[in-house]
């Protein structure tokens, strides 16, 4: 039994996709976080498929797919985080055509040059296969900026989460910090699309704080239980990836879907009406 | 609260000064015209019937809205600090009292830990504010008055030179406000500029060293006793209101004029009178 769990472990794929999983929660539940707080999921939701347009004309132009991807996901980024500070009436809508006709471009893109194969089941569902170095070294400087943001800006980043109007009048440049957590949110995306898949990385980042919210009401807690959770489901779920065969962004996001189960029946209406109080954010 | 606490002015340079402000949302026009100047140590209330622009005019004054023409300077260094709307708050947000009230130090630390210092200036303002025990709750697990006071306390903590309030008695009850009334009158006695809105004209605003009536444009300023009158009243609010005198504060009441014809056909006008707010509370328990 413990051989058998043992086995992956001897592949250097295996311990690579592993790493880069288990980097891949922890990242994903701390800017998770703060997406969820912003009410910003749909944004985090709508900037993967985006990405993902990107990918696919880096991969057919035989561009590096982060510089490539990199570059389309900063500029989507940007213009999202644009179309949301200026608050025009209707900027889900807004957000919705950039995310989706991006996206769109993306498929079509594929269709055309008659590209489908395996990347491009793998940036829609994530793969432990093709995750080299090179991903390993990416999602490891994503990691050490998202930490640094955090933690070199700890309150500025939090006053804006919480109240943008009165940071801006306390002295917070809100608008950088919205532009930063943007440049993250793009590079975590960026990072994590070939292990958790354009389609699912959004659960990666709403299911770890939603699980970590119901558990606590202290923000600096929220934000290291967070991580803690996503962490743990990456390595779990891409465990379970090898041993049942399945796609390891299915894998990680049911098991952080079980977590959540366990700790909504296991906190009962107390952390239900924490998870449900979540969503108002920004409100 | 009464106008032995009105300063004298110095001549020292204003911390806020409007000139001609005009601000806009979409196409129409919140703000027209503002001129308004707060200086040092004032303690001014901003009245006026809702969607005058009274939110307007404190976010133009701390810069967050930038009006499309005139000009509002601010004092070089000018500390500013907002105590928002209670209904704006996100009170399912996860921070606790601490961690709420140390978004008031943003600038200058690069830890996200507060320093020793820091703790020591979140508890003495929390200990001043009565809220010390509360430290670690929610700030959802809160009582309304307790919620008002982090609040306070987190614009403390930036030891600010201007305090700019929206509504902080809206939906408290007599013996709330009264605690916040003190509570701001005591920093104000500590050299504390304030400046508030509010639709208590007669609970907050007459208690006030100075008011400003606001519609759109500035209609009255200065001492309640001079801005209180009739015809000041109905200009901002489009109504025709009656002032009182009841122990030297001015009691401003609503005032409608109902015509209707009796049976024998000659007409007869009611007034209806209501108190705005509530002057002193004890009136009210006297009577029988």
Redesign the interface.
């Given at each position: 039994m413990i051989d058998e769990l043992l086995r992956p472990f001897e592949f250097e794929f295996f311990r690579n996709g592993l790493i880069v999983a288990t980097m891949a929660g922890a990242l994903c539940g701390l800017v998770g976080v703060y997406v969820v707080?912003k009410g910003m999921s749909y944004i985090g939701h709508g900037l993967s498929h985006a990405i993902f347009g990107g990918f696919a004309a880096s991969t057919l132009l035989g561009i590096n797919f982060l510089l490539g991807a990199g570059a389309w996901g900063v500029a989507s980024a940007l213009m999202i985080n644009g179309v949301t500070r200026r608050r025009v009436l209707g900027s889900d809508a807004a957000i919705g055509v950039i995310t989706t006709a991006s996206f769109a471009l993306g498929l079509a893109l594929f269709a055309f040059f008659d590209g489908e194969g395996a990347s491009f089941d793998a940036a829609l569902f994530g793969s432990i296969l093709g995750v080299g170095t090179q991903d390993v070294i990416a999602i490891a400087v994503v990691c050490v900026l998202a930490s640094a943001l955090?933690?070199?800006r700890?309150?500025?980043l939090?006053?804006t989460?919480?109240?943008p109007?009165?940071?801006?009048?306390?002295?917070?440049n809100t608008a950088r910090m919205d532009a930063l957590l943007m440049l993250v949110l793009a590079g975590s995306i960026l990072a994590t699309m070939k292990i958790l898949g354009v389609t699912l990385i959004a659960a990666a980042l709403v299911i770890p704080p939603a699980v970590a919210?119901m558990l606590?009401?202290?923000?600096?807690r929220?934000l290291w239980m967070s991580s803690a959770i996503g962490a743990g489901c990456g390595f779990v779920g891409m465990n379970l990836s090898y041993h049942l065969d399945v796609q390891s962004g299915p894998t990680i996001v049911l098991v952080a879907a079980t977590a959540f189960a366990l700790v909504f029946m296991a906190t009962g209406p107390l952390g239900r009406s924490?998870s449900a109080?979540?969503g108002?954010?920004?409100? | 609260m009464t106008e032995s606490t009105s300063k004298p002015a110095i001549a020292t340079e204003p911390l806020v000064t409007l000139r001609g402000v005009t601000c806009r949302y979409a196409s129409e026009d919140v703000l027209r015209d503002v001129d308004l100047t707060i200086g040092e140590g004032e303690f001014v209330g901003v009245v006026g019937p809702s969607g005058c622009g009274k939110t307007t005019l404190l976010r133009a004054i701390a810069g967050s809205m930038v009006p499309v023409s005139g000009s509002a300077t601010r004092r070089k260094g000018l500390r500013m600090a907002y105590v928002p709307q209670v209904e704006t708050i996100n009170w399912s947000f996860p921070v606790t009292v601490a961690q709420c009230v140390l978004m008031g130090r943003v600038v200058g630390r690069l830890l996200p830990w507060p320093s020793a210092a820091e703790r020591a200036a979140v508890s003495e303002i929390l200990a001043r504010l009565d809220i010390e025990d509360l430290r670690d709750r929610h700030i959802r697990e809160l009582s309304g008055g307790q919620q008002q006071r982090v609040f306070i306390a987190r614009a403390m903590l930036g030891e600010p030179d201007l305090l700019l309030m929206d509504e902080p008695t809206a939906g408290v009850d007599a013996r709330l406000r009264h605690e916040i009334l003190h509570l701001l009158d005591e920093l104000h006695g500590r050299g504390l500029a304030i400046l508030l809105t509010t639709h208590d004209l007669n609970g907050i605003a007459a208690h006030l060293p100075r008011m400003v009536c606001l519609n759109r444009s500035v209609i009255g300023a200065g001492r309640p006793v001079d801005v209180l009158v009739p015809d000041i009243l109905e200009r901002t609010y489009g109504a025709s209101m009656q002032v009182l005198e009841h122990g030297g504060m001015p009691v401003v009441v609503d005032h409608f004029e109902h015509r209707h014809a009796t049976a024998d056909g000659r007409e007869h006008t009611h007034v209806h009178g209501h108190a705005h707010g509530h002057t002193h509370d004890h009136a009210h328990r006297g009577a029988p």
């Open positions: 707080l955090v933690f070199l700890y309150r500025a939090l006053f989460t919480f109240d109007e009165v940071a801006e009048v306390s002295g917070v919210r606590t009401t202290s923000f600096s929220m924490r109080a979540i108002k954010a920004g409100a | -």
